[in-house]
């Protein structure tokens, strides 16, 4: 390295050795030092520790300028440069780059001196990069401890050795009632301790203050007088080996203090239903090696803890389960951690059961691999008992049907002319419903429900029933009564659906012109509405006592003549579709 010439042959005596003093002390240095140009910003001369630091060889180095290295703009470090020149010297904050781009952080000591009648500033330079990185994480962590200790569920005082409180959360107000300023520097034994638990709470706290950390549970009181119950610890704040204050963190249990009450009242009644609700609670990685199992679960698997620890859940599962789970446990992401499956399973004692699981992706490490958490249940008996209902419910509905088809032909057997007729509205009635868009369930409704309803014909005479000529005006008003007569009938039966009010309005038209009660729009179901259009097709294409058959086209016209009148717009145009583009057909 090329050195600095301090001293000239012309230098005598103690200047000399001066010089050769500044020398030294520049080039052997083991901070970073360099001297600098304060006009020009050139570097004049660096030290090896600089040279190092900086990564430049050393003529590549004093071919630079100090703005080169420095990474704020030319002009703001030439006013720190005139402001070290100005003042002699200076200290300052920058961001240096070396040569490999990386940028550091330094403090930078700066003195102005003569040499050879120029001046320059000698900057001693420092890296401080890790005492930055130190004070910003000392920051964070500050600034996350005190949001951690304002914003906290939990009540959390802050108090002095002698047991004044210096500090309380937003919490304790929520709690205790008092607001952080009403509880600032005074005791808090003498603000929620009960006259009752004084003692044991002033106990408790010449405990902390000797340096002991303690847990504690008992009745408090708030501000208004009411009485809680709380469950917390206090321990003390040491610094630098002294004991400095004490925090204390209360849990309000009163809620689950009453429940608990509760529990114990009836505890005899509910014991044994208490004690036999299953929920087993286990952790494993992605190859479903355990790393917790709780008591439930234990029971289940029939092996301790200590037994379970390393072993997969994946034993526990026959193929088809070991699948299953495994898509879900694929699917699990931090934008949807949870997924409750219900999988069959293998007991330790080899009995085959149900379980719902809930399996929640607890974290992924930064280097691969996953952590689940997992509750599960079992439902072995409720799926016998839905596997029961789903029976019953089939067995019910069969016989229902077969009732429905009973009744149909006691109609038929009583009006011998309108035989079918109820088979075949039932058909077109749910074909609509289905070209309509309605659910399974709402087409099979509208189905039975056409298939007896014209049941109430059962208390009209046949006679009149099966009378060729045209009907007085007493015998249509006792045709009519077949409506109402039906409604009476169906009504002694109990369905979640209303069949009697069905078969009660088919008759009804949109206009209010229809009997037996002149409803009008909305009041008219939607299942009486298909089957008053069905009506309406079989009855003109098929054949009466009173007229032949009209045909089809007659019933298809007359039903688009009364479209929006007297029958829903949207029932009538989805039978229409029905015959004329998808060639739907009457039962002849």
């Given amino acids: 390295m090329t050195r600095f010439p301090f001293s000239t042959v012309e230098e ?8 050769l003093l500044f020398s030294n002390l520049f080039y052997e240095n083991g901070s970073l030092m360099l001297l600098i140009d304060p006009e020009t910003g050139a ?10 630091f900086y990564g430049y060889p050393p003529e ?35 961001c240096h780059r070396k040569k490999s781009g990386a940028v550091c952080e330094v403090e930078v000591f700066s003195t102005l001196l003569n040499w050879n009648e120029q001046r320059v500033l000698c900057s001693i330079i420092h890296d401080i990069s890790d005492i930055r990185r130190t004070e910003t ?20 005082h802050h108090s002095s050795l002698d047991g004044r409180i210096i500090s309380a959360n937003r919490a ?14 005074r005791f808090i034994d003498d603000l929620i301790a009960l006259p009752e638990t004084l003692e044991d709470a002033l106990s408790n706290t010449n405990r902390v203050v000797a340096g002991e950390t303690i847990f504690f549970e008992g009745a408090r009181r708030r501000k208004n007088g009411d009485h809680i119950h709380v469950k917390g610890t206090a321990f003390p704040i040491i610094l630098k080996g002294k004991r400095v204050g004490c925090y204390s963190i209360y849990m309000d249990q009163t809620q689950m203090k009453q429940a608990e009450n509760r529990l114990r009242v009836s505890e005899e009644r509910y014991r044994c239903l208490v004690e036999d609700i299953p929920a087993m609670v286990c952790s494993f990685d992605e190859e479903g090696r355990f790393s917790f199992v709780n008591r439930e679960f234990c029971a289940f698997a029939s092996h301790s803890p200590e037994e379970l620890m390393g072993i997969s859940c994946f034993e526990f599962l026959s193929e088809i389960s070991l699948e299953s789970l495994r898509a879900h446990l694929k699917a699990l992401s931090p934008s949807r951690p949870a997924a409750t499956a219900e999988i069959p399973v293998v007991g330790g004692d080899g009995s085959n059961r149900w379980h719902r699981w809930t399996i929640r992706l607890f974290t992924e490490h930064p280097g691969g691999g996953k952590e689940f958490h997992a509750v599960g249940q079992d439902i072995t008996e409720s799926k016998l008992v839905q596997t029961t209902l789903a029976e019953n419910l089939t067995r019910m509905e069969r016989i229902f049907s077969e009732t429905i088809d009973v009744l149909a032909s006691a109609t038929e057997a009583k009006d011998p002319y309108t035989s079918g007729h109820q088979r075949q509205v039932a058909r077109l009635a749910k074909a609509i419903a289905a070209e309509m868009g309605y659910s399974p369930s709402f087409v099979k409704g509208v189905e039975q429900a056409s298939l007896v309803h014209d049941i109430g014909k059962i208390e009209v005479p046949g006679e009149i029933l099966s009378k060729p000529g045209k009907l007085s005006p007493l015998e249509f008003e006792l045709i009519k009564g077949h ?6 009938i169906l009504s002694k039966i109990h369905l979640p659906w209303p069949l009697h009010d069905i078969v009660g309005q088919h008759h009804e038209r949109m206009d209010g012109t229809g009997y037996p009660d002149g409803l009008t729009g909305d009041q008219i179901l939607p299942e009486a509405r298909i089957i008053a259009v069905a009506d309406i097709v079989d009855a003109m294409a098929s054949y009466r006592p009173y007229r032949p058959a009209l045909g089809l086209e007659a019933g298809l016209t007359e039903i688009e003549r009364l479209r929006g009148t007297g029958l829903d717009e949207d029932v009538v145009d989805a039978c229409l579709r029905l015959f004329r583009e998808e060639r739907f057909s009457l039962i002849s």
């Fill in 172 to 185: 304790s107000k929520d709690i205790f009632g008092y607001s952080p300023e009403e509880m600032r520097g």
């Fill in 12 to 19: 005598k005596g103690r200047e000399k050795e001066l010089m």
């Fill in 483 to 488: 409506s109402r007569a039906g409604a009476v």
């Fill in 60 to 94: 590549e180095l004093l071919k630079k300028r100090i703005f080169d290295l420095n990474t704020l703009p030319k002009e703001e470090v030439l006013k720190r440069m005139e402001e070290a020149a100005a003042k002699h010297r200076g200290n300052f904050r920058f």
């Fill in 137 to 156: 994480n000392l920051e964070v962590k500050s600034a996350f401890l005190a949001q951690l200790f304002s914003h906290a569920p939990l009540a959390i």
């Fill in 43 to 52: 570097i004049i001369e660096a030290n090896e520790a600089a040279v190092n």
